[in-house]
């Protein structure tokens, strides 16, 4: 596995997948599949934005920018859709446009060891 440090650096579905997470800011996804370590938008995820009422809800600076470095968050999400290969991500839970949190399914043969 080749270390991704920089936005420029992902393949167009995983640039695809940071856009969307911080598009949401604060809520989650759900349902969101994974092939060859790919995240795939069709079928779409569910998307779920959680809005402040008593304040202003403002976008990640980051939103705008063409590249920049990844978080620690993102870096290892991609860790994890490299190690997933095919599969399905049922949440990913986003606070301030990065994901602190993922519910991964694995095979069973996986999870007994």
Known sequence: MTQVTR??????PRQVLVRLLQSVHFGYVEGLEVRGGEPMFSPAPAVFAEVKLDAPSEPWPGTFFAD???????????????LLGDGSIDRIDVQYGVPLRAVIERPFAVVRR
């Open 7 to 12: 936005f420029s650096q992902l393949s167009a």
């Open 68 to 82: 920049f470095e990844l978080r620690t968050e993102l870096t290892r999400l991609i860790e994890q859709l490299d």
